[in-house]
């Protein structure tokens, strides 16, 4: 009965209640049972956005099936609401590894929900680089030419990343991640047109810098650009209006 209630309560939207019945039938239920019960659980705690609860069942349920993919990534991505940024990168690349490995063992047995948690954790580690990406910035009114590698560097690094997302097959994160690799080349291009001039320029000299300036961050801009017409025409195509 309490098992029956529980599954009627939480298909009907009803958290609290489903929790409770299951957490009431564990000790009624055999071992096999129980871990089915606990799985329901955490996907209850998973609704009710309780945290500390996911983190709790999702660590154990990942210490008895170390390689279930589901568990890892709610476990990584509870850390990262919680802004515990560090260690969900850690376990955001735990997940990266497994699904990896399951696509180079036994890629016929790769679910569409393990592509969903590949990709999005890989755009979180993306969002991370990206992070430091923007932090890459010109101090005062001169800029270093290694202060220019390092920037450029780091935007080739993040361009690639944005777009690994797409090789998961999913969506939603594909287009996230197009708009990713928009939003990195308009950074590069910002960088460049709010650079300092050189000092002494006269006005003919001054025009002349700003005009390799333009032919410098014109590819960037129309990257940008054909990065922003792939992800609509992708979410027009699919019917997603928002790639967040």
Request: charged share 30%; aromatic share 10%; net charge positive.
């Amino acid at each position: 009965y309490l098992m029956r209630a529980a599954k009627l309560q939480g298909w009907m939207g009803d958290n609290v209640a489903a929790a409770k019945n299951y957490q009431k039938a564990v000790p009624l239920l055999s071992s096999e049972q129980k871990s089915d019960v606990e799985k329901e659980l955490l996907n209850q705690y998973v609704q009710l956005k309780d945290s500390s609860q996911v983190l709790s069942r999702a660590r154990a349920l990942m210490s008895r099936d170390p390689e279930e993919m589901k568990w890892v990534f709610l476990y990584g991505d509870t850390l990262y609401q919680q802004g515990r940024r560090s260690e969900a990168m850690g376990v955001f690349k735990q997940v990266d590894e497994q699904f990896a490995r399951k696509v180079a063992t036994a890629p016929a047995a790769v679910t569409q929900e393990e592509r969903a948690f590949a990709a999005q954790a890989r755009f979180y580690r993306a969002g991370q680089e990206m992070s430091a990406f923007k932090k890459i910035s010109i101090k005062g009114d001169k800029i270093e030419n290694s202060l220019i590698q390092k920037k450029l560097k780091a935007h080739q690094a993040v361009e690639a990343a944005g777009l690994e997302v797409a090789q998961y097959s999913n969506p939603r994160w594909t287009i996230a991640s197009l708009m990713m690799a928009a939003e990195a080349n308009d950074e590069i291009s910002r960088f460049f047109l709010e650079a300092p001039e050189p000092k002494g320029l006269d006005m003919a000299q001054r025009q002349q810098y700003r005009q390799l300036v333009e032919d410098k961050v014109r590819p960037y801009r129309e990257k940008a650009l054909q990065y922003r017409k792939a992800a609509l025409e992708k979410a027009y195509y699919l019917g997603v209006f928002c790639p967040e």
